[in-house]
């Protein structure tokens, strides 16, 4: 899956959601931006390792498609909408099958355009020191993101539900009498 094709999906799944689903949309990446500040928070050794040491070498010659998911795309989206337009620009430009730099760094060589805590997980959980002593804060990322595909997956049967409600509510389909 391209990264084109999966940003068109999140927007696809993002505006497809009603006001209340947006609202708990919101709460869930809220609560993996607070996961992502924390980790960053208690990571400051290892990433003052990844800037100085490694300069960003595992934003170059990566194959984006593998480290940002549609997860991500959604749960960037959703707390900043404003960079929809612009991300469009940019992964219109992918060549998904090859290995490139990644699309997202500011003129082509960074830092990146996202915040630091709304970041894609591999981006933010992927140390080139190791991870020693923040684990911890890096299952609680990884906890928080499997809360975005759960939310889509419980929306459908619930949507479905509703609308059947909603059917058999307006008389569409009247019970017979027996």
Same mark, same amino acid.
């Given at each position: 899956?391209?990264?084109?094709?999966?940003?068109?999906?999140?927007?696809?799944?993002?505006?497809?959601?009603?006001?209340?689903?947006?609202?708990? &949309?919101?709460? !869930?990446?809220?609560? #993996?931006?607070?996961?992502?500040?924390?980790? &960053?928070?208690?990571?400051? $050794?290892?990433?003052?390792?990844? !800037?100085?040491?490694?300069?960003?070498?595992?934003?170059?010659?990566?194959?984006?498609?593998?480290?940002?998911?549609?997860?991500?795309?959604?749960?960037?989206?959703?707390?900043? $909408?404003? &960079?929809?337009?612009?991300?469009?620009?940019?992964?219109?430009?992918?060549?998904?099958?090859?290995?490139?730099?990644?699309?997202?760094?500011?003129?082509? !060589?960074?830092?990146? #355009?996202?915040?630091?805590? #709304?970041?894609?997980?591999?981006?933010?959980?992927?140390?080139?020191?190791?991870?020693?002593?923040?684990?911890?804060?890096?299952?609680?990322?990884?906890?928080?993101?499997?809360?975005?595909?759960?939310?889509?997956?419980?929306?459908? $049967?619930?949507?479905?539900?509703?609308?059947?409600?909603?059917?058999?509510?307006?008389?569409?389909?009247?019970?017979?009498?027996?």
């Amino acid at each position: 899956m391209s990264l084109r094709y999966k940003l068109h999906k999140a927007r696809t799944l993002i505006a497809a959601l009603t006001p209340a689903e947006l609202d708990q &949309l919101k709460g !869930i990446c809220a609560s #993996i931006q607070s996961a992502q500040a924390a980790l &960053l928070q208690n990571a400051g $050794p290892a990433m003052q390792q990844c !800037i100085h040491n490694c300069q960003g070498l595992c934003c170059r010659n990566a194959q984006l498609d593998d480290i940002i998911a549609l997860w991500d795309l959604v749960f960037i989206l959703t707390l900043t $909408p404003a &960079l929809a337009d612009p991300m469009a620009d940019r992964v219109a430009e992918e060549k998904p099958l090859y290995s490139a730099d990644c699309l997202f760094l500011k003129s082509r !060589i960074g830092p990146c #355009i996202f915040a630091s805590d #709304i970041r894609p997980e591999v981006c933010v959980t992927t140390f080139c020191s190791g991870d020693a002593g923040i684990q911890k804060e890096i299952r609680a990322v990884k906890r928080q993101f499997i809360k975005l595909p759960w939310f889509f997956l419980r929306r459908k $049967p619930r949507a479905i539900w509703l609308a059947l409600q909603q059917t058999f509510r307006s008389g569409a389909f009247p019970m017979r009498d027996r």
